[in-house]
C-alpha cells in the first residue's frame, strides 16, 4: 500500500494506492475453469491521530489495486494511518506524515 499526504494552503490532499487483486468471484481460472473466490476489499478507514477523516466501503466491483484520493483542512507535520480490511478477514496497515 503506498499513501502520500501533501499540504498546501491549508488543505491536505491523500493519495493511496491499495494493492490487493479485487477478485469479484465471478472470473474463472484459465487452467482449471473453475470459479476464483471472491476476495475483495470491503473497508478502508484513514485516520489522522485518532479521529477518524476518511472512510469508504468497498465492494467486489472495484477494480485490482484500487486507487483513492481525499482532501481536508490541516497542515504539514501530522501522522495519517490508513488500513483496509478484507472479505477473508486479511487486513493491511500503513503510516504516512504529512508533508
Known sequence: ????????????????LLKHNMDSGQAKDK???EKIPAHYIT????KLGDADIFHAELGPAVS??????????????GKITVSWVDNKGGS??????VK
Open 31 to 33: 487452467k482449471t475453469g
Open 43 to 46: 473497508d478502508v478507514t484513514a
Open 92 to 97: 493491511k496497515s500503513t503510516e504516512s506524515v
Open 1 to 16: 500500500m503506498k499513501v502520500k499526504a501533501k499540504a498546501k494552503n491549508g488543505v491536505v490532499k491523500v493519495k493511496m
Open 64 to 77: 485490482k489495486n484500487p486507487y483513492l484520493a481525499f482532501q481536508y483542512k490541516g497542515e504539514a507535520g
